[in-house]
């Protein structure tokens, strides 16, 4: 009698204890998959986030390569004109005349100070007031920044040449370092810009 009685409180205990197990199971199965499921959703939420920014920056980069050639060309153009004038106000009336480089100066050494810094011979050069490509290169960084892009340039040279008999040609030997405040993705770019002046 009472031996018949214990087996059946076990058994009754095992039929409880089972299902306790595949409760413990089921619930910890459900937990792990709303885990999942959250982690997968943020995983997703991330990367089309990451793909936006750098899209974003992909067409930043773009538009500014098209800007460069146009700055070189406004800057170019009146770095020519500030050639000019230094030169008629270096040359006076009945004096022989003075070239570049009886002025301690060379073509290439005064087009790039103009272009750069709006100077020749550390003269300012009122034509290039504002519109350096120096001054431009500000303007960018801080557009850039108000975007959440770090932008960083290096001018590694500046060339004019004569290229064709009415043309001038103004090369810039620029190096570009684009960078995303959150570190999401960068670029460098070593191009060299070039455009014809009539």
Not at 86 to 91: I, K, S
Request: net charge positive; charged share 25%; with cysteine.
């Amino acid at each position: 009698c009472c031996s018949g009685g214990e087996g059946l409180a076990m058994r009754k205990a095992n039929k409880k204890g089972i299902f306790f197990t595949f409760a413990a199971i089921a619930l910890s199965i459900i937990i792990i998959l709303s885990f999942n499921v959250y982690t997968g959703y943020r995983l997703k939420d991330k990367m089309e986030t990451i793909g936006i920014r750098v899209d974003t920056m992909n067409n930043f980069i773009k538009d500014l390569e098209e800007d460069v050639e146009n700055v070189i060309f406004i800057s170019g153009f009146r770095g020519l004109l500030s050639l000019e004038d230094f030169l008629m106000y270096e040359n006076s009336a009945g004096e022989p005349p003075k070239f570049l480089g009886d002025l301690g100066t060379t073509l290439d050494g005064a087009f790039e100070e103009a272009f750069k810094q709006g100077t020749i011979n550390s003269k300012n050069m009122k034509m290039m007031e504002n519109n350096t490509f120096l001054n431009w290169t500000q303007k960018m960084k801080v557009q850039a920044n108000k975007t959440g892009i770090i932008l960083d340039f290096t001018i590694n040279d500046v060339a004019i040449s004569h290229s064709e008999p009415w043309k001038v040609g103004v090369s810039v030997n620029l190096r570009i370092n684009v960078k995303d405040k959150k570190n999401t993705a960068s670029w460098t770019i070593n191009k060299v810009f070039t455009k014809k002046i009539n």
